[in-house]
């Protein structure tokens, strides 16, 4: 075999060569390597200097083809850069590994054509199953393949059908504890700075805001509504800029997410405002850094670990498709006067 450029590429060492080196049958060398009981301490030995001269790898996916299951799963999330998506990650990455699966991952960076593609490649990996923060409202391509034979949970989205597994917060509630505890501040003027409607978390969480609103008696026009791009720092921190320079008199900005919410702290430093003096601000996911900023964020609690956790729990146990919703806390500090 050669690269692009010509130059030879060693083969790589396979078990029958490793057969050949120790003088001993390809099944031998199977039983060293699966069932290391079976086999005389000689001639394990004999086997195992075979294995290291050779550099051999075990190839899995060629074992994983013949036992007709594949030990991987595939997680497609919204965008691995936000730390609340490197939370759950790791909350699904720890249930995996208890029972020795390994985890493909991928970003549709709210892009669903981004997504689609990464979803036929985890499927044409023969992946065991998939976790996935759907890129936009609908999941016709999921409910396809599920019938297809792929199992499907959803991560941080509810099911809007029964017979599909998901785990995901109540993001209409937590939007209400966010901005409730704003107008108890006595804040006349909230600013929301929200992501794309085609995002369930942020229809939800815009839902959440005008019953806030709604339950205190306040019109909702009072509502300022800046919409970022996509939710991350730097469109938070040109969300807070057009939300400033707009000069709508907002006093307090509650942000759709705590990555969002530290672009918007960034520009009312670049500006010389103080949080929460010239400008209050609640986020939201209450990702690890939202205590650490200088000042410390106010945020809404998403269990982030544990729904990782939970959600390859049900890729790998559940026989009935399991919808688990949990409920946000708001965590009150620095930002919000608290
Ligand atoms: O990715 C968008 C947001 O939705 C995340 O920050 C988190 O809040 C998720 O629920």
Same mark, same amino acid.
């Given at each position: 075999?050669?690269?692009?450029?010509?130059?030879?590429?060693?083969?790589?060492?396979?078990?029958?060569?490793?057969? #050949?080196?120790?003088?001993?049958?390809?099944?031998?060398?199977?039983?060293?390597?699966? #069932?290391?009981?079976?086999?005389?301490?000689?001639?394990?030995?004999?086997?195992?200097?075979?294995?290291?001269?050779?550099?051999?790898?075990?190839?899995?996916? !060629?074992?994983?083809?013949?036992?007709?299951?594949?030990?991987?799963?595939?997680?497609?999330? %919204?965008?691995?850069?936000?730390?609340?998506?490197?939370?759950?990650?790791? &909350?699904?990455?720890?249930?995996?590994?208890?029972?020795?699966?390994? %985890?493909?991952?991928?970003?549709?960076?709210?892009?669903?054509?981004?997504?689609?593609?990464?979803?036929?490649?985890?499927?044409?990996?023969?992946?065991?199953?998939?976790?996935?923060?759907?890129?936009?409202?609908?999941?016709?391509?999921? =409910? #396809?393949?599920?019938?297809?034979?792929?199992?499907?949970?959803?991560?941080?989205?509810?099911?809007?059908?029964?017979?599909?597994?998901?785990?995901?917060?109540?993001?209409?509630?937590?939007?209400?504890?966010?901005?409730?505890?704003? =107008?108890?501040?006595?804040?006349?003027?909230?600013?929301?700075?929200?992501?794309? =409607?085609?995002?369930?978390?942020?229809?939800?969480?815009?839902?959440?805001?005008?019953?806030?609103?709604?339950?205190? &008696?306040?019109?909702?026009?009072? /509502?300022?509504?800046?919409?970022?791009?996509?939710?991350?720092?730097?469109?938070? !921190?040109?969300?807070?800029?057009?939300?400033?320079?707009?000069?709508?008199?907002?006093?307090?900005?509650?942000?759709?997410?705590?990555?969002?919410?530290?672009?918007?702290?960034?520009?009312?430093?670049?500006?010389?405002?103080?949080?929460?003096?010239?400008?209050?601000?609640? &986020?939201?996911?209450?990702?690890?850094?939202?205590?650490?900023?200088?000042?410390? /964020?106010?945020?809404?609690?998403?269990?982030?670990?544990?729904? &990782?956790?939970?959600?390859?729990?049900?890729? %790998?146990?559940?026989?009935?498709?399991?919808?688990?919703?949990?409920?946000?806390?708001?965590?009150?500090? !620095?930002?919000?006067?608290?």
């Amino acid at each position: 075999m050669t690269t692009t450029n010509g130059s030879a590429v060693p083969r790589r060492a396979g078990i029958a060569d490793v057969a #050949r080196l120790a003088g001993v049958s390809v099944g031998t060398v199977s039983n060293v390597l699966n #069932r290391p009981d079976r086999v005389t301490e000689k001639t394990r030995s004999r086997v195992q200097a075979a294995i290291e001269e050779l550099s051999f790898v075990r190839n899995a996916s !060629a074992r994983q083809l013949r036992q007709g299951r594949n030990r991987t799963v595939g997680a497609i999330v %919204l965008d691995i850069t936000n730390p609340f998506f490197t939370e759950v990650v790791r &909350g699904v990455e720890d249930r995996l590994a208890e029972d020795e699966y390994t %985890l493909m991952l991928g970003s549709s960076d709210e892009d669903t054509v981004r997504e689609e593609r990464l979803l036929r490649r985890f499927e044409e990996q023969g992946v065991h199953g998939l976790l996935v923060t759907p890129s936009h409202t609908g999941i016709e391509t999921l =409910l #396809r393949m599920r019938e297809r034979g792929v199992t499907v949970v959803l991560l941080d989205r509810s099911s809007p059908v029964p017979d599909m597994a998901s785990v995901a917060v109540d993001d209409v509630r937590g939007a209400v504890l966010a901005v409730a505890h704003l =107008l108890e501040q006595g804040h006349e003027r909230i600013a929301f700075l929200n992501g794309p =409607l085609t995002i369930r978390q942020c229809v939800d969480r815009r839902e959440g805001v005008l019953r806030a609103l709604a339950d205190a &008696g306040r019109d909702p026009e009072s /509502l300022v509504e800046v919409t970022v791009e996509s939710l991350n720092a730097d469109h938070g !921190a040109r969300a807070m800029r057009d939300l400033l320079d707009g000069d709508a008199g907002a006093t307090a900005t509650f942000c759709v997410n705590d990555f969002t919410a530290l672009g918007a702290l960034r520009t009312l430093r670049e500006r010389g405002l103080r949080c929460p003096q010239d400008m209050a601000l609640v &986020g939201y996911d209450d990702v690890s850094f939202a205590a650490e900023l200088a000042t410390p /964020l106010t945020s809404v609690r998403q269990p982030t670990h544990e729904m &990782g956790w939970r959600a390859a729990d049900l890729l %790998l146990t559940s026989a009935e498709p399991e919808q688990v919703l949990y409920q946000p806390e708001l965590v009150v500090r !620095a930002s919000s006067g608290g």
